[in-house]
């Protein structure tokens, strides 16, 4: 059986979330995510290269976290606006159970962590990440309303994704997860919102 970890990739991603979430994205720097993290400075950058991949991965590790569980939830069982009820409220609970994962995507944007990044497989997934959410979201507005078309998706976003993230802004800004009293009345809104 191999030796755990000392610094899991992990750990220290977390630490640079902290700082990220903390005193914005500037803050993290290598030097104080090693300090945070307790990882040598030798370690980081064999793991990840440069501060912008360590930074883009924290990013996408979170990106990928909340989408697993959208997707997943476009995939199930029910009609379409049950579907999409289902999809949006996966957001709320990504934001109960991840709350610092959640801000960290309300905080920044693929924009603010692809520039700079040295790794090629890490920029290709950053410019694709989004495809399958995409798709998604495209094939539910197909389901909702017979076709794909730019003002279905709309109408479609509208309502499985600025609407929750609406409701969780303002709970995610001031670093707390949402209470879990508002899961049933978004998922009414939610409802009312495909239903229109």
Same mark, same amino acid.
């Given at each position: 059986?191999?030796?755990?970890?000392?610094?899991?990739? !992990?750990?220290? =991603?977390?630490?640079?979330?902290?700082?990220? #979430?903390?005193? $914005?994205?500037?803050?993290?720097?290598?030097?104080?995510?090693?300090?945070?993290?307790?990882? %040598?400075? !030798?370690?980081?950058?064999?793991?990840? $290269?440069?501060? &912008?991949? =360590?930074?883009?991965?924290?990013?996408?590790?979170?990106?990928?976290?909340?989408?697993?569980?959208?997707?997943?939830?476009?995939?199930?069982?029910?009609?379409?606006?049950?579907?999409?009820?289902?999809?949006?409220?996966?957001?709320? &609970?990504? +934001?109960?159970?991840?709350? &610092?994962?959640?801000?960290? #995507?309300?905080?920044?944007?693929?924009?603010?962590?692809?520039?700079?990044?040295?790794?090629?497989?890490?920029?290709?997934? #950053?410019?694709?990440?989004?495809?399958?959410?995409?798709? !998604?979201? +495209?094939?539910?507005?197909?389901?909702?309303? $017979?076709?794909?078309?730019?003002?279905?998706?709309?109408?479609?976003?509208?309502?499985?994704?600025?609407?929750? =993230?609406?409701?969780?802004?303002?709970?995610?800004?001031?670093?707390?997860? %949402?209470?879990?009293? =508002?899961?049933?009345?978004? $998922?009414?809104?939610?409802?009312?919102?495909?239903?229109?």
């Amino acid at each position: 059986m191999g030796r755990a970890e000392r610094h899991p990739a !992990g750990s220290i =991603l977390d630490a640079a979330r902290e700082l990220v #979430l903390a005193d $914005g994205v500037r803050a993290a720097t290598v030097d104080r995510i090693v300090v945070a993290s307790g990882a %040598p400075k !030798g370690s980081i950058y064999h793991r990840f $290269g440069t501060l &912008d991949d =360590l930074l883009a991965t924290m990013w996408l590790r979170a990106v990928r976290a909340s989408q697993d569980r959208f997707l997943a939830a476009l995939e199930g069982p029910g009609d379409a606006v049950d579907v999409g009820v289902a999809a949006a409220l996966t957001l709320h &609970d990504f +934001a109960r159970e991840q709350p &610092d994962d959640a801000a960290l #995507l309300l905080t920044l944007r693929r924009q603010d962590v692809e520039r700079g990044v040295r790794d090629e497989d890490l920029a290709r997934r #950053l410019t694709t990440v989004n495809a399958p959410l995409e798709r !998604g979201v +495209a094939d539910l507005a197909t389901r909702l309303h $017979g076709r794909a078309s730019p003002a279905a998706v709309e109408r479609t976003v509208l309502a499985v994704v600025d609407l929750p =993230l609406g409701a969780l802004w303002r709970h995610l800004l001031a670093r707390r997860p %949402p209470p879990p009293e =508002l899961r049933d009345p978004l $998922g009414r809104a939610v409802r009312a919102a495909l239903q229109d």
